[in-house]
Every structure is written in structure tokens, then in C-alpha cells.
């Protein structure tokens, strides 16, 4: 069976420390047990976090507020409409495969940064989703996002 695609990357981003500063890049390498490359220390069951790019719309039309994606804090910006349909699935980007494991819960971090973005990530998974990196290799800019289908 071929890989369904859910959406395409739009943009990826690393941080250097925890609440530092993003930088975006347009390919990311990424390892088995440590993440994106560049990216501060990750648990690995945490090595990767997306992001709907019409949630995060939806999210910053709620606050009235233009605000950049990856103020959620999230590496990966995709299109798509939502992602919390991904949990419990494998998805391919690139050369890596994720095991998308949990919802991103928003913290207390987001208030800080916009008050009011807490509570307006917490429905329908506005927060995004991260997984467990399955395969290491690299993805970019441009690739799809696509649901492995599970093996028999």
C-alpha cells in the first residue's frame, strides 16, 4: 500500500536552547534518539512536534493577533487542515518516519509569550502532535506529509 498524504512541510524550525530563539531552516537531519539536528535535547519519545498551519490560522484569528508560527514552539509547519487524527500513526517526510505519539499540550510558556494562546491551543488539537523518530535520514521544505499505512 503506498502512503496516504495528510499535507506538505511549509516550514521547519530548531532551537538551540529550550526557550531560545528559533531558527528556520530548509532541510533538517534527523537521529533515531536525539531529533532534529540543531535542535535542543529531546527526549526521545519528543524528538519531533508539527503543527497545522490552519489550526495555528484559526488560533491566532481567535486572539486577533498576527502572530508567527512557530511561536507555538513546534519544528515542523504543516498544511493541512489538523493532525490529531495522526496520533497512534506512522508518518513518512522525507526519508524519516514518526510515530506520532501524543497531542502537543500547550503550557504556561505560551501565555508568556501571548496571553491568551494557552486556552486557544487546547481545542481539536490547535497544539499540534510529536512523535517518536522510527527512521532517521533528512526532509525539507516542500515534502509531503503522508500516514504509513500499518503492515499486515
Known sequence: MTPQPVGKVLSIV?????????????TARVSVDGGIDGDHAVAPNRGISFISSQQWKATTGQLNAELPWHTRRANVLVDCPTLGHL???TVRVGDIEVEITQETRPCDLMDQLHMGL???LKPDCRGGVLGRIRKAGAFTVG??????????
Open 87 to 89: 496520533i497512534g500513526k
Open 118 to 120: 494557552r486556552e486557544a
Open 14 to 26: 530548531v532551537r538551540s536552547e529550550k526557550r531560545g530563539p528559533v531558527t528556520e531552516i530548509a
Open 143 to 152: 515534502d509531503l506529509v503522508a500516514v504509513v499505512p500499518p503492515t499486515a
